[in-house]
């Protein structure tokens, strides 16, 4: 291979995509246009097709079919913009040679320590090499990882054209983060039969579910007076908006939930007596769970709105994506062909739902079956971001082995 998947991902983690939810358009930060960039020179270099950067800030490409044999279009998609949550700017990865199961130092002078007792799973990869933040960042293996993994396994068929396979589609996609990455996906240009997205967790990971998803933004509406005279007339849009999530279950937060348990995330929390705002995401696999979460929210600002006055309280509650597995279960070829390519190669699949949301749940709404398969990457969002090489080169020949299989079929 002419650039190592190691090689690409730290160039990429580099470049800083971070997106921004307040913003309004697509993308929601112009700095995500400097990777697609990038981007489409490489593709360009390689001799692709159809090599195409929009105003939105997609990017999509085609590697031509060397085969006369009639083989699905498959696409692989990954996304540019790494998380809000965390700064994206001086990504630093740094390279822990031949891990040893012991505390990684990630930033002495802040005593920032990537512990395997905080972080257990750190122990599978005793004796494989990893890259780290360094404690001010996140790493952006979230989902870097997936666009060095795809352009590298591209990289591989472009060099070595006796490899046959069929018409293979590859996009690059912005503001996946904040819940719009297939807002302004083009899938008819796009033009695959289905697609698989390289994006996020550790080796073996294949999820063909995920969470229904909601946002509700809320607004209340206070009134302040000096606290001297202030009974029987201050309203204190804070303690309000206390009350508020005081009413929602504790047992259904993000920190009491795991496998198929949704939640309620209070996402952020901004206040002053005379106005106050918060954010929550809604989470649930099962959609009459989620819908059950939906209309629990909204009783909860009907009451306090009869108890506080008209209006007192405004929200706005939108559905955001919904559980791929209605769309992709007719064509469940597509997961049982991934699942078979990591058998092939020695890797212990690990079929899950996704606690989270990702591209290929909107893309299968619009027409576009498309599961996810592991990109290797642990604790995305944050400084304890990481992610084992061997499991990214891993992940590039998962790519080759589905296009191989489909071309024997």
Known sequence: M???????????????????????????????????????????????????????????ATLPSNTDKKIPKIGFIAHMDTAPDMSGEGVEPQLVKKYNGKDIILNKEKNIILSPNDFP????????????????????????????????????????????????????????????????????????????????????????????????????????????????QMINSIMIGMELNSMLPVNERPEHTENYEGFFMLMSFKGTVEETSLMYIIRDHDMAKFKKKNELIKNVVDFLNNKYGKNTIVMDLKDQ????????????????????????????????AIRGGTDGSRLSYMGLPTPNIFAGGHNFHGKYEYIPLQSMQKAVDVILKVIELYTKK
């Open 2 to 60: 002419i650039s190592t998947v190691y090689d690409r991902f730290v160039r990429y983690a580099k470049i800083d995509t971070q997106s921004n939810p307040d913003a309004e358009g697509c993308p929601s930060t112009k700095k995500q246009l400097h990777l697609a960039k990038e981007l489409v020179k490489e593709l360009n270099s390689f001799g692709l097709k159809d090599v195409s950067l929009d105003e939105n800030g997609y990017v999509m």
């Open 321 to 352: 994506y919904y559980n791929m597995k209605e769309k992709v279960e007719p064509v469940k070829h597509i997961v049982d062909t991934a699942e078979q390519a990591m058998l092939e190669l020695g890797i212990k699949p690990k079929i899950q």
């Open 121 to 232: 799973e750190l122990l599978k990869y005793v004796g494989q090499d990893l890259y780290t933040t360094n404690g001010t960042t996140l790493l952006g293996a979230d989902d870097k990882a997936g666009i060095a993994e795809i352009m590298t396994a591209i990289e591989h068929l472009v060099e070595h054209p006796e490899i046959k396979h069929g018409e293979i589609k590859i996009g690059f996609t912005p503001d996946e983060e904040i819940g719009r990455g297939a807002d302004l996906f083009d899938v008819k240009k796009f033009g695959a039969d289905f697609a698989y997205t390289l994006d996020g967790g550790e080796i073996g990971e294949l999820e063909y579910e995920n969470f229904n998803a909601s946002m509700a933004k809320i607004t209340i509406n206070g009134r302040n007076v000096h606290p001297g005279t202030a009974k029987n």
